[in-house]
T-cell receptor, first 114, second 120 residues
Framework: GNSVTQMEGPVTLSEEAFLTINCTYT??????LFWYVQYPGEGLQLLLK?????DKGSNKGFEATYRKETTSFHLEKGSVQVSDSAVYFC?????????????FGAGTQVVVTP | GAVVSQHPSWVICKSGTSVKIECRSL??????MFWYRQFPKQSLMLMAT?????????EQGVEKDKFLINHASLTLSTLTVTSAHPEDSSFYIC????????????????FGPGTRLTVL
């Protein structure tokens, strides 16, 4: 079946630190992969995506590379800010689903302190 | 990116009443929209897939008679929680699928800001 596994949070780090959130997946074939971010009390915002192996998605200083060989899509940012405090969700689009449903990981809370 | 709105952003109702939540895609047409439920500090639980002009498809364990979904146009889907009870209190989030002009390579779900429902 399809599943997404994320590292558990909360992840607490200081401003300007390096952030990595691990995400691995299981799926048949080649899913498209996504990172969404949810700020407190809000819906999800698309952060970045990658649709095929070796693609790198990037946005707002965040990057993630689609690694087929390790079935991973780890999120990284070189220097976090307090405003990056949020919950981050890794997701894959379920292959063979004509409606394009997403399978989400459990989410990882990130807390950035000044 | 594309914008999806939800209305209301929060609602408080009495037990036994019905509540309607609207989800609109503002700058694109969406033949498919999704409704999720999120409990505190948890991931999103897909409730149903809403397709314009046809019946919604519900996930296992979701009562279709309780959570009525209507996708009347390419930009609007509604979720009605009927005979609401305190256990229905939750954060409801919709998303809309944007296939874009380039086809599947731009296939992306955009999410609304969510609706906080509290049933007293």
């Amino acid at each position: 079946g399809n599943s997404v596994t994320q590292m558990e949070g909360p992840v607490t780090l200081s401003e300007e630190a390096f952030l990595t959130i691990n995400c691995t997946y299981t799926a048949t074939g080649y899913p498209s992969l996504f990172w969404y971010v949810q700020y407190p009390g809000e819906g999800l915002q698309l952060l970045l995506k990658a649709t095929k192996a070796d693609d790198k998605g990037s946005n707002k200083g965040f990057e993630a590379t689609y690694r087929k060989e390790t079935t991973s899509f780890h999120l990284e940012k070189g220097s976090v800010q307090v405003s990056d405090s949020a919950v981050y969700f890794c997701a894959l689009r379920i292959l063979g689903d004509s409606w394009g449903k997403l399978q989400f990981g459990a989410g990882t809370q990130v807390v950035v302190t000044p | 990116g594309a914008v999806v709105s939800q209305h209301p952003s929060w609602v408080i109702c009495k037990s036994g009443t019905s509540v309607k939540i609207e989800c609109r895609s503002l700058d694109f047409q969406a033949t498919t929209m999704f409704w999720y439920r999120q409990f505190p500090k948890q991931s999103l639980m897909l409730m149903a897939t809403s397709n314009e002009g046809s019946k919604a498809t519900y996930e296992q364990g979701v009562e279709k008679d309780k959570f009525l979904i209507n996708h009347a146009s390419l930009t609007l889907s509604t979720l009605t929680v009927t005979s609401a009870h305190p256990e229905d209190s939750s954060f409801y989030i919709c998303s809309a699928r944007d296939l874009g002009l380039a086809g599947l390579s731009t296939d992306t779900q955009y999410f609304g800001p969510g609706t906080r429902l509290t049933v007293l």
